[in-house]
């Protein structure tokens, strides 16, 4: 294997689920709206954003817990992949 496609290999992954995690914080946009107090909104951006919160406390690039998080990442991909599609 080369040295560009080993740091290919290494770079998308982390590139992708960054992009992933801002995508999905897009979707938080929504609670602003007209009518609403500020704690109202407060508390529905909070409801819309602890996910994530907890993509990125589990990010792949944190190279100094990848050993300790490992098993719990593959469980929260695996229970997110299941309640998203249910």
């Given at each position: 294997?080369?040295?560009?496609?080993?740091?290919?290999?290494?770079?998308?992954?982390?590139?992708?689920?960054?992009?992933?995690?801002?995508?999905?914080?897009?979707?938080?946009?929504?609670?602003?709206?007209?009518?609403?107090?500020?704690?109202?909104?407060?508390?529905?951006?909070?409801?819309?954003?602890?996910q994530i919160?907890?993509?990125?406390?589990?990010?792949?690039?944190?190279?100094?817990?990848?050993?300790r998080w490992?098993?719990?990442?593959?469980?929260y991909a695996?229970?997110?992949?299941?309640?998203?599609?249910?």
């Amino acid at each position: 294997m080369t040295k560009a496609s080993k740091r290919v290999l290494y770079w998308t992954p982390r590139t992708l689920s960054i992009a992933f995690i801002a995508f999905l914080s897009l979707f938080a946009l929504d609670v602003f709206g007209p009518g609403q107090g500020f704690w109202k909104t407060l508390l529905a951006l909070t409801m819309q954003q602890h996910q994530i919160v907890l993509l990125q406390a589990l990010h792949p690039h944190k190279a100094h817990r990848r050993h300790r998080w490992r098993r719990i990442r593959r469980r929260y991909a695996v229970s997110h992949g299941v309640g998203v599609g249910v």
